[in-house]
């Protein structure tokens, strides 16, 4: 039987990816639903007119976060490069939105430390799913 922290860090990835994804597809395709309704209409005016290398680079983010998942939840060593690229792909999604971005995304929710602890750790989660999946590669577990 496969140790029972496998398939808790597989679901943790797995609901990542799927979170993920779904904000990504809801904001692309204008579904202002879920808890997209929550949202200040600014936030979502913000979300929408990303520009589109910003939009792509969302799009494979959120794509390598939730294949990745599924890979590693299947065993694959390809789980590890999806991860390191999609923590890499968030790195500079972070990056760009607090420090380019024209109306950066702490501006826009206020300021204060809620934004940054946020960020952070979202930033803290795809790292060690990252990490997890790579250990689990060094240890056999992913062939």
Excluded: N
Excluded at 31 to 37: A, P, R, Y
Excluded at 71 to 80: D, K, Y
Excluded at 122 to 134: E, G, K, M, P, T
């Amino acid at each position: 039987m496969r140790r029972m922290h496998f398939y808790v860090m597989g679901f943790i990835a797995l609901l990542y990816g799927l979170l993920g994804m779904a904000e990504y597809v809801m904001i692309s395709y204008g579904l202002i639903d879920g808890w997209l309704e929550m949202y200040p209409a600014d936030q979502i005016a913000f979300l929408t007119t990303l520009p589109d290398w910003v939009h792509g680079l969302w799009g494979l983010h959120a794509t390598l976060a939730l294949i990745g998942a599924l890979s590693l939840l299947a065993h694959l060593r390809a789980a590890v490069w999806m991860l390191a690229f999609a923590f890499l792909s968030l790195v500079v999604l972070c990056a760009w939105m607090v420090f380019v971005a024209e109306p950066s995304v702490i501006a826009l929710v206020g300021g204060g430390w809620l934004p940054w602890v946020s960020i952070g750790l979202v930033l803290l989660l795809s790292f060690l799913i990252y990490l997890y999946a790579r250990q689990e590669k060094q240890t056999g577990e992913v062939l």
